[in-house]
């Protein structure tokens, strides 16, 4: 059974919205720090935006700053990112991961150096008139 499973992802054209939703175990989603990355064609991985175990506190990255924005909600085992104002240079695949014991911002910037073990799959989000 995966510990995360992300949805929404889809086809939106530019200046529009869509919100993903990552489905966590009920474990993870009572202790962990959880994020959303993505990787688009021929790029590396970016952390997005992550968020803290109790909720209370949010990394967002300068890319998405004003447009993005993460929360949580531990009682339905859910982090949800909502995505206003799309750009092309969005499209990218997204991904959401756990970790113990990490701030959010270490986790969104510094993830590379800790070996991250808690994936979900992904999901596509095209930005494309």
């Known amino acids: 059974q995966s510990q995360l499973v992300e949805s929404g992802g889809g086809l939106v054209q530019p200046g529009g919205s869509l919100r993903l939703s990552c489905a966590a175990s009920?474990?993870?989603?009572?202790?962990?720090?959880i994020g959303w990355f993505r990787q688009a064609p021929g790029r590396s991985r970016e952390g997005v935006s992550c968020?803290?175990?109790?909720?209370?506190?949010?990394y967002v990255s300068d890319s998405v700053k004003g447009r993005f924005t993460i929360s949580r909600d531990n009682a339905k085992n859910t982090v949800d990112l909502q995505m206003n104002s799309l750009k092309p240079e969005d499209t990218a695949v997204y991904y959401c991961?756990?970790?113990?014991?990490?701030?959010?911002?270490?986790?969104?910037?510094?993830?590379?150096?800790?070996?991250?073990?808690?994936w979900g799959q992904g999901t596509q989000v095209n930005v494309s008139s």
């Open positions: 991961a756990a970790e113990r014991e990490i701030t959010v911002e270490a986790m969104c910037t510094l993830w590379r150096n800790y070996n991250l073990g808690i």
């Open positions: 009920k474990f993870i989603s009572d202790y962990y720090t």
């Open positions: 968020v803290s175990s109790s909720g209370i506190t949010t």
